[in-house]
């Protein structure tokens, strides 16, 4: 049997969580889990806000729309360790959820636009790169959100980075070798993926990039990736080599 039974409701709510402490849920919400899902009172639900773990809620209907969660007790505890940062160029909006969906899926605690020299969009929706971000982990039993910054120039993003952060960069002209001796030694929840955008980094941000410390130069593999394909690559060799996949 699977450990985890993705059969039943599961919402992310934005209250903390208190066991018998009814919680208020958003009209959509409640339209989901009354009409859509069709539950009735008492039904079971499992909730998570990112901090308190998930826990066991049963729903209560409120007039002819609305709905409260009442919490029982703690599924699973909030996880410590955090993830990798994913920094990527912003992309064309269908390819932008999809790698949103995938790189909160893949574990990344923090997603963070940087704008390059060749970066084609400028302009982010960030309340729906949020929106993204929630429904993959209501679907994939993630317990944690990432953080989601403002877009910043490349540069900006690189001065604030902390000294002990070691930047995973993601060249498509980096010689191939084994990802495995690219990153040993490399703890994934110290690391920053930095994958560029579809016409690649500019040899004058090449040369910033290689100039600093802490900077691992990864290869992808022989084939050229779609930025989005990339950072399901990127993140997947991280969580293998020196993440939660060990």
């Given amino acids: ?36 899902m069709r539950l009735a009172d008492g039904a079971e639900v499992l909730v998570f806000n990112g901090r308190d773990g998930e826990w066991l809620a049963r729903i209560s209907t409120r007039g002819k729309r609305g709905a409260t969660l009442r919490p029982e007790r703690q599924t699973r505890p909030q996880p410590e360790v955090p993830g990798p940062t994913y920094a990527f160029a912003p992309l064309k909006q269908a390819r932008l959820d999809y790698m949103v969906q995938k790189a909160v899926e893949m574990g990344a605690s923090r997603l963070s636009p940087v704008l390059t020299q060749f970066t084609q969009v400028g302009r982010l929706n960030m309340e729906r790169m949020r929106a993204n971000a929630i429904e993959a982990a209501e679907q994939c039993g993630i317990l944690a959100l990432p953080v989601i910054d403002e877009p910043v120039p490349l540069q900006r993003w690189l001065s604030s980075l902390p000294g002990e952060v070691r930047i995973v960069f993601c060249d498509e002209d980096s010689e191939t070798r084994s990802p495995l001796e690219a990153l040993r030694g490399v703890n994934a929840a110290d690391v920053a993926v930095l994958v560029g955008p579809e016409g690649g980094f500019s040899e004058e941000e ?10 691992v130069r990864l290869s992808l593999g022989p084939r050229v990736l779609r930025a989005d394909t990339a950072a399901v690559a990127a993140l997947a060799l991280v969580q293998a080599v020196c993440g939660d996949w060990r």
């Fill in 1 to 36: 049997m699977a450990k985890y039974d993705f059969r039943g409701p599961r919402l992310f709510v934005e209250a903390p969580f208190v066991a018998a402490q009814e919680v208020v849920i958003e009209p959509e919400q409640a339209h989901y889990l009354r009409n859509v």
């Fill in 206 to 215: 090449r040369k910033v990039l290689l100039a600093r410390d802490n900077v």
